[in-house]
C-alpha cells in the first residue's frame, strides 16, 4: 500500500495492485472563490498549488471515489479533466446521478460490500459535523479498502470524531487511518471535520493504527495548521503514531 497526499482531502492510493484517486479537487490555486462566512476572506481556494501537474496526477489511475460533492472534494477541473469512462464510487444515488449528469459512464454506488478488483470497498459513517451545522453540511462517508494481501485502511472522510468513527473502528479493525483533521469552521457552528482533540480520540479508539492527517491548509477555513497538530501530538504522547504530510508526500505500508 501506498499513500500519497496531494492537496487537502485528494489522496493518490496505490492498494492491491490498482491505483485510486480519493476525492479530486484539481482546481489551479487560488481559482474559486473563499468559502464564505469564515476565515480568510482575502484567499481565493485552493490556497496551494498541486504538487504535480493533474495530467500527470490522473495517469494510471484505476478507479475513483468520491466521498461526497462538496467542491473541494471535486470540482469543475476534476469534471474535465478526469477520463469519463473512468469507474467512480459515490456514497449513494443522489451523488451518482450528478456524476451521471457530468458525463461519467462508469458509477458504483457504495455499499457495506463493493467488490473491485477483488478488492474490498465498504462505505463507512460520517458526520460532516455537530449539531446544527449538519443540516447545511449534508451526508458523507468514508471507506475502508481490504485485500488479503495488504493492510486494512480506513478513510474517515469529512467527519467529527463521534461514536460512528469509534464504531467503524471496532468493526474492522483498521491499521492505517486517514483523518480529514484541518479543525474547518465557518464563523458560527463549530468544527466540521476532525480537530487535535478528535484526532487523538482517534488515536486512543485505535493505538496500534497508524494516522494520516489530510486536509489541513488547503481552502480558506481551515482553523487547525499542520505544525498545531505535531505539536499537540508531541505533548499527548501520540507522536509516534501520526504523519502531518507536505502535499506530496508519499507514504508506504
Request: glycine share 8%; proline share 5%.
Amino acid at each position: 500500500m501506498k499513500i500519497e497526499q496531494i492537496r487537502n482531502a485528494t489522496l493518490r492510493i496505490q492498494y492491491a495492485g490498482k491505483h485510486f484517486l480519493v476525492d479530486p479537487f484539481l482546481g489551479d490555486k487560488g481559482s474559486y472563490p473563499p468559502f464564505p462566512n469564515s476565515a480568510r476572506q482575502d484567499q481565493h481556494n485552493p490556497l496551494e498549488e498541486l504538487p504535480i501537474p493533474k495530467e500527470q496526477l490522473i495517469e494510471g489511475i484505476d478507479a475513483v471515489i468520491i466521498t461526497h460533492l462538496h467542491m473541494d472534494h471535486y470540482d469543475e477541473a476534476a469534471k474535465e479533466i478526469l477520463p469519463k469512462h473512468l469507474p467512480l464510487f459515490s456514497q449513494n444515488e443522489e451523488d451518482a446521478q450528478v456524476l451521471r449528469n457530468d458525463g461519467f459512464s462508469n458509477v458504483t454506488v457504495l455499499g457495506e460490500e463493493t467488490s473491485f478488483e477483488r478488492i474490498r470497498l465498504i462505505k463507512t459513517q460520517g458526520e460532516h459535523g455537530r449539531g446544527e451545522i449538519l443540516k447545511m453540511a449534508g451526508l458523507v462517508c468514508g471507506i475502508v479498502f481490504k485485500h488479503e494481501d495488504e493492510k486494512t485502511l480506513y478513510i474517515a472522510g469529512d467527519t467529527v470524531w463521534y461514536d460512528g468513527v469509534q464504531q467503524e473502528i471496532d468493526k474492522h479493525e483498521p491499521e492505517v487511518i486517514v483523518v480529514n483533521a484541518g479543525d474547518n469552521q465557518f464563523l458560527e457552528g463549530g468544527s466540521l471535520v476532525m480537530g487535535k482533540e478528535d484526532v487523538e480520540q482517534t488515536h486512543k479508539a485505535a493505538p496500534q493504527a497508524t494516522l494520516i492527517a489530510s486536509h489541513m491548509e488547503a481552502v480558506n477555513h481551515w482553523t487547525l495548521s499542520r505544525e498545531e497538530l505535531k505539536a499537540f501530538a508531541i505533548e499527548q504522547g501520540f507522536s509516534d503514531k501520526l504523519h502531518v504530510p507536505q502535499n506530496g508526500e508519499v507514504f508506504e505500508f
